[in-house]
């Protein structure tokens, strides 16, 4: 257990205004985390190993994407106890996002509100970042290994003042500029707060999409002599035609995994709280059961053994349980990390644990 509870930071943090809140978390966690102050936050990973997409993950509960744009704490985050962690998302350039005040809390639903806009500090100094981890001197050890390192994610997206039709070459810069520091790369195609983004799930621009990630990764994997797995992260905001077309989509362009879910744009779970009608995506409590069903059917459509990433709503062991009753192999967490602290983390481990639910290696 951390030495310092979360209980006792919350009130304090929660007086703040939401973003105030995230940047001061990790600017204090940036500051510790290479000295032994970080003892304060550090508590012990759960072992419950499983090999995905031909990585081997220390557990199944992992850190989503959003929490650390500019991947600056890294190794902050791996002593809380996770099995993998994915940082981003990063775009070309620099960009500053949204308009502020652009991120709220729904204390009664245990949800946000963000409309944060890929802010972030752009390629260069995102790979400076992450070269800089500790944690990254450790690769991933062989499948066989008793003691896994830390897996890493690299989440990439497109530049707000790309236009739609040249997505595909911010994708494929970030692509080839995170490849050689990544475990596996996420491609972000779901956000609600990049204009016209969501709009790469459709038939024709995920299909464009697809075949060239998959053709540099291709060149890049030949290049290097290392195979980086790619995982898409979709949207909750589907029909069970996307869902399917989705499916396809991924077979047939030989991607590695699928991220399930971005953010909702639904407020049906929230109407009447304040802030519930601001503009932006939905997480939290709120979106369990919606991403729960899409990951449900993107089982039923992918087979047993394609790997599926939940994420959305997971508050407790119990919500991340059924994540992998609905057919997720691993589980991320974010919104529940606001509201519930690093002590989640555990406590999510032990229960994915515990169902003692065999998964073939992959």
């Known amino acids: 257990m951390s030495l310092l509870p979360y209980a006792l930071l919350r009130p304090f943090l929660f007086r703040l205004d939401a973003e105030a809140a995230h940047e001061l978390t990790l600017a204090q966690l940036e500051r510790i985390q290479h000295t032994p102050l970080l003892a304060l936050a550090a508590q012990p990973r759960i072992d419950d190993p499983l090999t995905l997409a031909g990585l081997r993950f220390p557990n199944r509960v992992g850190l989503a994407a959003g929490l650390d744009k500019n991947a600056r704490c890294i190794d902050a985050w791996g002593a809380l106890g996770f099995g993998f962690v994915e940082v981003g998302t990063v775009t070309p350039l620099a960009q500053a996002g949204n308009p502020k005040p652009r991120i709220f809390r729904l204390p009664q639903s245990r949800a946000l509100i963000n409309r944060l806009g890929f802010n972030n500090e752009g390629l260069a100094a995102f790979v400076a970042n992450v070269r800089r981890s500790r944690l990254r001197a450790q690769r991933p050890t062989t499948p066989d290994s008793a003691a896994p390192a830390l897996v890493l994610g690299l989440n990439i997206g497109k530049n707000a003042a790309t236009p739609i039709e040249r997505a595909s070459d911010d994708y494929l810069a970030a692509l080839e500029a995170v490849y050689p520091h990544a475990d596996y790369v996420a491609v972000n195609i779901s956000s609600p707060n990049t204009q016209n983004l969501r709009a790469l799930q459709s ?160």
């Not at 919606?290 to 993107?298: C, D, K, P």
Request: glycine letters at 10%; aromatic letters at 4%.
């Open 203 to 362: 038939d024709a621009a995920l299909e464009q999409l697809l075949a060239a990630l998959a053709e540099r990764r291709a060149e890049l994997s030949a290049a290097s002599g290392v195979y980086r797995p790619l995982f898409i992260k979709i949207a909750p905001d589907l029909e069970a035609e996307q869902i399917e077309a989705i499916a396809a989509a991924l077979l047939r362009h030989g991607m590695d995994g699928v991220i399930a879910t971005n953010t909702t744009l639904g407020r049906s779970a929230v109407q009447g709280q304040p802030h519930a009608d601001e503009a932006g995506g939905l997480s939290g409590a709120p979106l369990l059961q919606a991403s729960n069903a899409v990951v449900r059917a993107l089982r039923q459509r992918l087979g047993p053994d394609f790997p599926i990433i939940g994420v959305g709503g997971v508050q407790s062991g119990a919500d991340a349980q059924s994540k992998l009753q609905a057919g997720a192999d691993l589980v991320q967490l974010y919104t529940g990390l606001i509201y519930r602290g690093p002590a989640l983390v555990p406590e999510v481990a032990r229960a994915l644990a515990s169902l003692q639910r065999p998964a073939p290696a992959r």
